[in-house]
């Protein structure tokens, strides 16, 4: 019976398994470059994890939720994102750790949603964050980590940009502007929408909100100056990413809203500036509240999030996927049934020496493992045959270059490791 | 609110995660020198998989298993092994696949089962499988690559032992007795459970099924002899064991049976000598009906797994747990919020050239920087003060000698690699 893989999830043979590796390596090395250590939590949570944070209603919509058997069924998730088990763990621990936490992960993740370009229903998410630290550092940090992945995995100025804005500096406008804040939840939609509505329609949807015309006016001006200088936090953020020299790869953009129930500052997103992406490839921002929320003590953070599909769409795109080929270094053929036990033993010396080795399978023809030996992206190919077995020797053939020599069973590992 | 994790799961703090990666780079780094390649699939699949390779209800059993929402629901499995994803990816491209397909995964399994001592809901688990291999060779290889594993985690010879068996031992071993086969499920049954059945009850139990005293004599004979020599697939595999060398690690013991429904030639299992683990901690055998069952065409395949879990138990119990350490080269310290700027220079100088740099928080006095570089695990720690800063230097201290010099700017790189 044939059956097929789950809608929106991913096989990774071999090739796509290589890239995946690849990637997950410059996660880890630029990540500890920045002092971050990995840690990671289990697949499966209780519902009321999601449910805590982004309230009942909103953690149910997009994530896959069952009730487990037997007398006492609970409310599970397959984990739709990592923070909330990240806050968990934090609260669970709290004095014990040391702060400031910085701390990566690479978890699997599920949405339970329409599968679409550079998104599926599983995916993998690095997330970076840093708790216990109050000031800009930690959010300029988060930013130039951020960078240095993108950075490190080829994509340059240019072919991505950070829009950035703070949480409250919106709060402080409409402030200024004397705009009743019992309203601003309407007034952010709004916002948030801008870049897809027509101008004038930007305007109706304000005015039957409450705002005149005058202060409707007086708030794309505010929107279109993009003056962030007289307030402080975001002042105080940018000095810092001055001092990282990353200050040209950030906009500041008061468009960018995102989720209000969650985010305490900084907010920010990484765009494709083509805009072949039609949403954020990555999102982060402080989120001050969310320990305290999941029963510890309060803790500042700051964090954000890429999935591995995006990336992968992105380096497509920008024709800089990685050619990665099968890592072999040497594959060992057999002349007759009768060399079997010399093949295995070569096989086990080259191994022992560290060398990456596929042994020909011993019941096929000669011509069946040289073909195979031609097809397996090993660098070497040793030949193990009766004749040159009387002297002590094996033939030793370099698949690149196609040279060959005879070479004694005790030098052979010196020969390859020379040869490489 | 404070939310628990799920029972049966673990958190992996980075102390448990710098375990965890020890541990699968130990299995992909032999995995890697017997030529086998890494491969992956989705964590949650149709149910339909797991009930195509051991029926609905056992496959039911101790599987997550629910309904995704929507007008039309489908039966979904938290993976429970990873076998059937294997058998199901390789039919699904079995054309294009290069022969013998040498493939191994690290996959996250869920079992849903009773917690207790080396088993968890949750555990990884190291899966290596050979397909396209009719003959012992595979049999033999898959055991070499299992015992090279446990061999490079620190486990020696008689810290473990494998127990070895053929399928069809039995059932030509019952031919010769003149046992009707009908009675064969039953018979296998009361063997599989010899070690925990008294003498007499065993033979009770077999009486009952049918079979006269003597036959039974006659079985209980043949099982305290283990002599395979007879029987010629064992004597294949064995005279294979003895080409690798590793024979001595190995025991026929006809009382291993495992999966009828599945296995269809050799099956073995791993065991503690000192039963200290009640189960196997490993398993593995022939299945060269999986792929076919699952809609390929009829592919030879032998493969084993073990559980990270089991694992790490084993090691704690032979104290061969490593001691592994965070890997952190350089805390950069500042004297002052006025060298602000040159700390993260001096810092992403330092990461430039591929040292891992943790940042003391700018924001804190110098003695609280002092205090977490010394708790940073960092190998040096570096000090950006005024009075060396206007001399174009940095104070460098190694933290394990407590010596200390102060370096210019340009050469302190070179000083760190210098000290490694």
Chains 1, 2 share one sequence.
Request: charged content about 30%.
């Amino acid at each position: 019976m044939k059956v097929e893989k789950l809608e929106g999830t991913r096989d990774f043979y071999p090739p796509e398994m290589r890239f995946r590796n690849w990637l997950f390596q410059k996660m880890r090395y630029v990540s500890e470059l920045y002092g971050y250590e990995e840690f990671d939590g289990p697949f499966l949570e209780k519902f009321d994890l999601y449910a805590a944070k982004s309230g009942e209603e909103l953690a149910n919509e997009q994530t896959y939720v069952f009730n487990t058997r037997g007398e006492n069924p609970e409310r599970i998730a397959v984990r739709p994102e990592m923070t909330p088990t990240l806050a968990r763990m934090v609260a669970a621990k709290q004095n014990e750790l040391r702060k400031p936490l910085r701390w990566f992960t690479i978890p699997n993740v599920w949405r339970y949603e329409r599968a679409q370009r550079g998104r599926k229903r599983e995916f993998y998410q690095w997330n970076i964050d840093i708790l216990g630290v109050e000031t800009m550092d930690a959010d300029a940090e988060i930013l130039a980590v951020s960078i240095a992945l993108l950075a490190s995995l080829g994509l340059q100025k240019g072919e991505f940009v950070v829009r950035l804005s703070n949480r409250y500096y919106l709060e402080d406008l409409l402030k200024r502007l004397g705009v009743d804040l019992s309203l601003k939840e309407g007034v952010y939609r709004q916002i948030d929408r801008i870049e897809k509505l027509k101008p004038e329609d930007f305007r109706a949807n304000l005015q039957e909100l409450g705002l005149s015309a005058e202060t409707v006016a007086q708030l794309e001006q505010a929107l279109r100056e993009r003056n962030y200088q007289d307030f402080g936090p975001l002042k105080e953020l940018w000095e810092r990413l001055e001092d990282y020299g990353i200050a040209d790869y950030v906009e500041f953009d008061p468009s960018i809203v995102r989720g209000l129930l969650y985010y305490t500052g900084t907010v920010f997103e990484v765009w494709d500036p083509t805009k072949k992406f039609t949403r954020a490839i990555m999102g982060g921002g402080r989120y001050d509240g969310l320990v305290e929320v999941l029963g510890g003590q309060p803790l500042p953070a700051v964090g954000t999030a890429i999935s591995d599909v995006v990336l992968e769409e992105m380096l497509k795109q920008q024709g800089k996927m990685p050619k990665l080929e099968r890592e072999l270094d040497v594959f060992v053929a057999r002349y007759s049934p009768n060399e079997r036990r010399q093949s295995i033993a070569v096989a086990q010396q080259l191994r022992q020496a560290g060398l990456k080795v596929e042994l020909g399978v011993l019941g096929n023809s000669m011509d069946k493992q040289l073909k195979a030996a031609n097809n397996s992206g090993a660098k070497f190919a040793v030949i193990v045959a009766p004749a040159e077995l009387e002297r002590g020797e094996v033939n030793l053939k370099n698949l690149q270059t196609r040279a060959q020599q005879t070479v004694k069973l005790e030098a052979l590992v010196a020969a390859i490791q020379n040869e490489f």
